[in-house]
């Protein structure tokens, strides 16, 4: 008979933005994610530019940042994203609301059927946890021919009320 693992809990801690080197940034569009994004996100040392990345946005009532979750770290052209998982931030935290962000690693921001399956599903989840879904941002790589390099699923009518 194999040995049990012995199991050790985990401890979740919250450092607020104000402890941090970042203002309160208001998230009023998908280009103030993009830009945090590219700001701090790439900038971590968790951040790999040739896998998928997803991280959720922590705001308050008054859509200011709180601070931000990284959820998973996937593959080149997959992730593994559960709803447990991008809302336990989300609860620990007392956000009013989150916003999803990922990158592609191929530079194309163009969402694919999963991104917007898992938006929905996430959205639903978010409905019965009272924690709203403002948007899912893909982010892509910057060109000549895509200077904004980033699409807001809401803007493309993936949202629902």
Known sequence: MPAMKSYVPKEFTIRALRDCPVEKIKMENPDDAAHYWRQQ??????????????????????????????????????????????????????????????????????PSEADIKITRDLIRAGQLLKVEVLDHVIIGEITPDRPKAHVSLRELGYFYS
């Open 41 to 110: 996100v790439q900038q971590h040392p968790y951040f790999n530019p040739s896998a998928e990345c997803v991280i959720v946005l922590l705001v308050n009532t008054r859509r200011r940042l709180i601070g931000h979750h990284l959820v998973s770290i996937g593959l080149l052209d997959s992730v593994h994203v559960h709803p447990r998982e991008v809302f336990r931030a989300a609860i620990i935290g007392a956000a009013s609301a989150v916003l999803l962000m990922h990158n592609h690693p191929s530079g194309d921001p163009t």
